[in-house]
């Protein structure tokens, strides 16, 4: 069965400083993996996904992931971040079943001044 | 430029009343899903219509129906709302492999059961 898991609730960051969101994931097949961010009282919207073509995958607003087939990990980067970066981000894997997509239970991303 | 939207935005039930959540897309997609989203549990399908004229259960279908009244509309029914039902609840299409494009959300709905 597909899983994935957030290893982090939350972290707190100081604009300008890297971002590390971290995420595993379980995969009996060779996954689809998408991260999506959700600013407060919004709905979500689509970061990045990895598909099988290059494994460091550049995704909007200066993020970008890479997937790491031996660790089994795709953490979510970005060298600088931005007080408009302060959302919840969802790491999400492919269950290869009917097109669904398994969500991770969140990571809330704070960016302090 | 629509994408899926979603109505009601804002709902107060009283337990045992029933309501419907309403959702379309205009980007021709052939799947739909309803998702609840609960703090700290990230999101939970509910049911799915990988095409016109099919529903499948997701992870939590228990006291929730599902109708996808054509390839536009998905809709989810309450027929007696709990106050466990309290959550806020998003609709999202995606192309046939929404595991390859992944999917397209509605802003949600914020549901509450007292």
Redesign the interface.
Known sequence: AQSVTQLDSHVSVSEGTPVLLRCNYSSSYSPSLFWYVQHPNKGLQLLLKYTSAATLVKGINGFEAEFKKSETSFHLTKPSAHMSDAAEYFCVVSAHQGGKLIFGQGTELSVKP | NAG?TQTPKFQVLKTGQSMTLQCAQDMNHN?M?W?RQDP??????IY?S?SEGTT?K?EVPNGYNVSRLNKREFSLRLESAAPSQTSVY?C?S?E?????????????TRLTVV
């Open positions: 899926v799947s899903y998702y700290g549990m990230g999101l939970r399908l799915y990988a499948d997701g998003f999202a995606s046939q492999s929404g595991e390859l494009y992944g999917y397209t959300f509605g802003s949600g």
